[in-house]
């Protein structure tokens, strides 16, 4: 069975930094790029981070670039968002997606470029300002 687990969210102040997981399984996790998403209430789903397939590449949108880095430890299937200088407009739910190598491209403007096959189920993340 494949499953993202995002873990992480809370309660933080702004400026604070909080560190998001998704820990992915039932998949070869090597062959699929990950990407992190928010959705504020009445807003749409945003793309934020993601990093490819093979690791080298990463990419950030320019509301959290600066701010937020994205790594991956291959070891243990798990995907890690740091986010730094948290700003109260970074209150969202948090998503972490699979998207598979050379699968379907993705809408222009989707992160790393392919269609995300996979999603977790969301964490929250709160800014108080």
């Known amino acids: 069975e494949v499953q993202l687990v995002e873990s992480g969210g809370g309660l933080v102040q702004a400026g604070g930094s909080l560190r998001l997981s998704c820990a992915a399984s039932g998949f070869t996790f090597d062959a699929y790029g990950i990407g992190w998403f928010r959705q504020a209430p009445g807003k749409e789903r945003e793309g934020i981070s993601c990093?490819?397939?093979?690791?080298?590449?990463?990419y950030y949108a320019d509301s959290v670039k600066g701010r937020f880095t994205i790594s991956s430890d291959n070891a243990k299937n798990t995907v890690y968002l740091q986010m730094n200088s948290l700003k109260s407009e970074d209150t969202a739910v948090y998503y972490c997606?699979?998207?598979?190598?050379?699968?379907?491209?993705?809408?222009?403007?989707?992160?790393?470029?392919?269609?995300?096959?996979?999603w977790g189920q969301g964490t929250q993340v709160t800014v108080s300002s």
């Open positions: 997606a699979a998207a598979r190598r050379y699968g379907r491209l993705g809408r222009p403007g989707t992160p790393c470029g392919y269609e995300y096959d996979y």
């Open positions: 990093i490819s397939s093979s690791r080298g590449y990463t």
